[in-house]
């Protein structure tokens, strides 16, 4: 029996922000171990090296004069400044993934997130909470990585980010990233099921199958009852 609906083939632009240290980068690193159908986009950042980056791959590196002149260019889909420093997402390959039907996944902050919304309203938008202010400031601490000014600065930040909850779709809390992380798979596989997906749907293709299956059952009965 042929399918009853064809859905729509290009994948899902998804936002994941959080404040930092809420975790959000291991939670989609675990989620791309359990769900295939995801691509995440590298972000562009004017920000100094921390000991776990891999350029090119957490982040591409750059000093913020060349993001400046890139700015010009106009190669961002969005771009915003956080703690002094930029952050931005390249358009390139954005689209060829979507298109391939892949569910491309950026990783960006607040500012960025809202400037997306105004520009793709139709994306779906996912906010990651640490499970409490407490735990946030441990995590934020143990990364050895930042001064106490520096996790004083993030941590107010953090106050005033998580007041942008109710512009998301989704909340997770990450109080564990791999049930965080099948949270977000479990939102990605809905979002795909969604009634505005499908394209096309067969109902006269499927009356005529079901005639034909009511039909053979009907004379699977008769031969019985010969």
Known sequence: MSNIVKTRLRGNL???SAPSGAGKGSVINKLLSIY???WVSISMT???IRG??????TYYF???EEFEQRIKEGIFLEYAE???NYYGTPRDKINEKLNEGKDVILEIEIQGALKVKELVPDAIFIFILPPSMKELKRRLVNRGTDSMDKILNRFKTAYKEINEVTKYNYVVINDE???AAEKVKAILLSER???DRIEEVYLNNMEEELHELLVEKDLDNDIREI
């Open 52 to 57: 776990n980056d891999i350029p090119n791959e």
């Open 193 to 195: 099921c969604r009634v």
């Open 46 to 48: 004017s920000r100094a």
């Open 62 to 64: 750059v000093s913020k």
């Open 82 to 84: 956080y703690n002094n």
């Open 36 to 38: 295939d159908n995801a």
């Open 14 to 16: 998804i936002v994941i």
């Open 177 to 179: 990233i791999d049930k």
